[in-house]
């Protein structure tokens, strides 16, 4: 059982219902074995193990400017849904839906057809070279103006100091609403390459030519980044196209059960990773980054069907990953709430960092 110490009020999903969301202790029953820091401290770039944080951050330097540093440059598109093929139209809801009698791992929900624009955001560092083939991280939920000042910053300057390669971000927004019946949560929660392809042969195209860049095609020179169920997205990318993808950093990763509609071949949506398809499949070259906070969601909707816990969800992906030999590295957030925001204004470059440790582009390229 989990101790009790401090209690964190979540508005669920479902609108009027009253989750309390306990703080839970990295030392619980059933948690991995974890490393505690000291304040300030992040882990070591070559250790692939788990990791407590907090509950007191430093902000980390990376975060300002640096005299010298050039700066990269961000350039903005926009996709407007009837001119893609994929996700085209997209979907919404009106209400969230009732548990199906029939199946108590899914819901039914009534949704309806909607166009929607979708806002793109390139950063481009200052060290591209015209016509070259540039790695490049995706990152899920972008923004709808201008990307944070503090994370273009980080990338300036570890691209600067040569501890991450000269990568290209995208930020891609996602389609709207959240989880089961709206266009963001198919998107982002569904058990399928289909968000994958989308972005290969709608998004980055299209970034190409409007940002006049080359991107490579070398799945090891590509890293997928999100929070949430973009964190989930993130590593949904990478397994099910691990042709296209090998990095993912997740903040708050929605590994529980939030597909949607039901896929009877992945029966517990993303929760399916560690109770299934992680160990029961043979290890992919994937780079995984992940961290939850200690008060971070506890089945936040009318489902109770086990597989809403986002701090067990992610307890039981370390010891899967380390089970099966994969590079990973795991941070539990102490005085942290889901998206870890507090957390990520310490971690966030050495999570950079560490997600692009060990690259080096292909001969020629």
Not at 10 to 26: E, F, K, N, T
Not at 175 to 194: L, P, S, T, V
Not at 231 to 259: E, P
Request: contains cysteine.
């Amino acid at each position: 059982m989990y101790r009790l110490s401090t209690f964190i009020l979540i508005a669920a999903l479902a609108g009027s219902v009253i989750i309390a969301a306990p703080v839970r202790q990295y030392d619980d029953k059933g948690a991995p074995p974890f490393k505690v820091l000291k304040e300030g401290e992040n882990p070591p770039l070559d250790a692939y193990d788990n990791f407590v944080i907090g509950p007191k951050y430093v902000p980390a330097p990376e975060r300002k400017k640096v005299e010298g540093v050039p700066e990269g440059k961000v350039e903005q598109f926009v996709i407007d849904s009837k001119e893609t093929k994929l996700f085209n139209p997209g979907i919404a809801r009106k209400v969230f839906g009732k548990v199906d009698p029939k199946n108590p791992k899914t819901l039914i929900v009534e949704t309806f057809n909607i166009d929607y624009k979708r806002k793109i955001t390139v950063y481009i560092p200052a060290q591209y070279k015209a016509g070259s083939e540039a790695p490049f991280q995706v990152i899920h939920d972008g923004p709808g103006g201008k990307p944070n000042a503090d994370l273009l910053r980080i990338f300036d300057n570890l691209i600067a100091q040569k501890r991450i390669p000269p990568i290209i971000v995208i930020w891609i927004a996602n389609g709207g609403g959240d989880a089961q019946g709206h266009e963001r949560g198919k998107e982002y929660d569904n058990m399928n390459g289909d968000y994958a392809e989308y972005i290969e042969t709608e998004v980055l195209p299209r970034v190409e030519k409007n940002c006049k860049v080359k991107l490579t095609k070398d799945p090891n020179g590509r890293a997928a980044m999100g929070n949430s169920s973009g964190g989930s997205a993130a590593l949904i990318m990478a397994w099910f196209r691990t042709d296209l993808y090998h990095r993912v950093l997740t903040t708050s990763g929605t590994f529980v059960n939030q597909a949607w509609p039901f896929d009877s071949k992945y029966p517990d949506g993303a929760w399916g990773f560690h109770e299934t398809l992680i160990p029961n499949n043979p290890k992919k070259p994937l780079r995984i980054f992940l961290s939850v906070g200690d008060a971070d969601l506890l089945n936040p909707n009318v489902m109770r069907d086990n597989m809403h816990d986002w701090v067990e969800a992610n307890h039981r992906m370390a010891k899967v990953l380390k089970a099966k030999g994969y590079e990973y590295q795991y941070l539990f957030c102490r005085g942290a709430g889901h998206s870890v925001s507090n957390a990520q204004s310490q971690f966030l470059p050495h999570a950079i960092e560490w997600v692009w440790k060990g690259y080096a582009p292909k001969e020629g390229k």
